[in-house]
């Protein structure tokens, strides 16, 4: 691997510099204390009009050059851009915190219809995708259907024009700010599990489909249970083919393996955990001037940021050259799942006792109570988006070769 920029990719970085630098609206940058900023697919629907206001520019200041959807082909509005190029967006749009336009829609389905949607399909849904007026859900899980998601029961029934579908989804990120939701559904009981299932796209509004918050342990709305009673879908909707859902499901997966964002996301905490330690305010809570064991494990932490760094640019690299990763990207998802708990516990034991402190807006509470409140939301990170124990497995299985258990 070269980790130095050619002169193109130099180039390339310094213009998406300048447009972040330029175009983002005050709303997204680093320090805003405007309520729930960072959030677009909230903003575009919020009550203030300021903040719609930012994500309308945002995103007109994205299309402008492609970026909503930097990895579609330019026949579909998108970029086009190639690997590399996409891995030095991300890198720069991460480091800046700028929020991504367009969610799942652009970063899942629209790469998804465009490999199997028909021609109708592409017309209807990728424009909408990219303009930012349609945001979509990924209806997956259900209640006994997680890792194992081939066990799904959601049954879509044949009538007519239409599917009937019944079921429950379950940790439905984003439906209750989203428009359409996409979603897996068995529409053969009787075929082995890993065949009978159909992908299907449908309103969000659609009678009988309805959406309940789930409330996480820090108090914050971010998904929900989905419930369908006998909601119609047009059976127009059904990308690929009938009960050939669960491969159109997996390659759409296949979308979400890098992860640069990570290893940026976590060296940043721990430099401004460092900063912040080390300073006026910060040095009176923190336990590192006491505490070797304490500097040595930051140490180390910041040292696994550069691991994971490199875990994603071995991906990216692999991809340039044409290469489909599968136990790297899972390397990878495991080790970041894995460093942003050990950092959220490393955050508070340097805090000791003002660790406890959850309010934010207490002045005694350090970095804005924000390890305190990583190391309740990273619980899930090792479950979510596909467990630990099943990252190893394929680690196991298709990276070292070791016989199924």
């Given at each position: 691997m070269d980790w130095n920029d050619s002169a193109e990719q130099a180039t390339f970085r310094a213009q998406v510099r300048e447009v972040i630098e330029t175009k983002m609206p005050e709303r997204y940058r680093r320090g805003s204390s405007a309520e729930g900023a960072g959030s677009w697919q909230?903003?575009?629907?919020?009550?203030?009009?300021?903040?719609?206001?930012?994500?309308?520019?945002?995103?007109?200041?994205?299309?402008?050059?492609?970026?909503?959807?930097?990895?579609?082909?330019?026949?579909?509005?998108?970029?086009?851009?190639s690997p590399m190029e996409q891995f030095v967006f991300k890198q720069e749009m991460a480091q800046a915190q700028a929020p991504?336009?367009?969610g799942m829609g652009v970063s899942l389905l629209g790469p998804t219809l465009i490999?199997?949607?028909?021609?109708?399909?592409?017309?209807?849904h990728l424009p909408r995708i990219l303009s930012g007026e349609v945001a979509w859900a990924e209806g997956y899980s259900e209640p006994g259907a997680g890792s194992d998601?081939?066990?799904?029961?959601?049954?879509?029934?044949?009538?007519?024009?239409?599917?009937?579908?019944?079921?429950?989804?379950?940790?439905?990120?984003?439906a209750h700010t989203?428009?359409?939701?996409?979603?897996?559904?068995?529409?053969?009981?009787?075929a082995p599990k890993h065949r009978g299932i159909s992908f299907l796209m449908m309103d969000i509004h659609t009678p009988g489909l309805n959406v309940r918050p789930l409330i996480n342990m820090a108090w914050e709305h971010g998904f929900n249970e989905t419930f369908f009673e006998d909601v119609r879908v047009p059976?127009?909707?059904?990308?690929?083919?009938?009960?050939?859902?669960?491969?159109?499901?997996?390659?759409?997966?296949?979308?979400?393996?890098?992860?640069?964002?990570?290893?940026i996301e976590n060296r940043r905490l721990l430099t401004n955990l460092i900063t912040y330690a080390g300073s006026a305010e910060g040095r009176p809570k923190s336990r590192l001037s006491e505490s070797v064991a304490l500097r040595h494990e930051l140490a180390d932490a910041y040292v696994q940021t550069e691991v994971l760094f490199n875990f994603s640019f071995r991906i990216i690299s692999m991809q340039n050259r044409g290469l489909i990763p599968n136990y790297e990207a899972s390397t990878s998802k495991l080790f970041n799942s894995e460093l942003v708990q050990r950092a959220a516990r490393l955050g508070t034991r340097v805090f000791g006792l003002y660790?406890?402190?959850w309010d934010r807006d207490d002045p005694m509470a350090p970095m804005g109570a924000q390890f305190t409140r990583l190391y309740v939301t990273s619980i899930p990170r090792t479950i979510a988006a596909g467990s630990s124990e099943i990252q190893r497995n394929i680690i196991a299985t298709r990276g070292l070769g070791l016989p199924r258990g």
């Open positions: 909230s903003d575009r629907i919020s009550k203030d009009p300021a903040a719609r206001q930012a994500a309308s520019e945002w995103a007109n200041a994205l299309a402008e050059r492609g970026w909503i959807a930097p990895h579609w082909p330019k026949e579909y509005g998108g970029a086009g851009l991504g336009v367009g490999v199997h949607g028909t021609e109708a399909q592409r017309a209807e998601l081939a066990s799904l029961q959601t049954r879509a029934i044949k009538d007519g024009d239409d599917y009937v579908i019944n079921g429950q989804k379950i940790w439905t990120s984003g989203a428009d359409w939701l996409f979603a897996l559904v068995r529409t053969d009981p009787e059976a127009k909707n059904l990308v690929g083919d009938e009960n050939r859902g669960w491969y159109v499901g997996a390659s759409l997966l296949d979308f979400e393996r890098s992860n640069i964002a990570g290893a660790g406890n402190l």
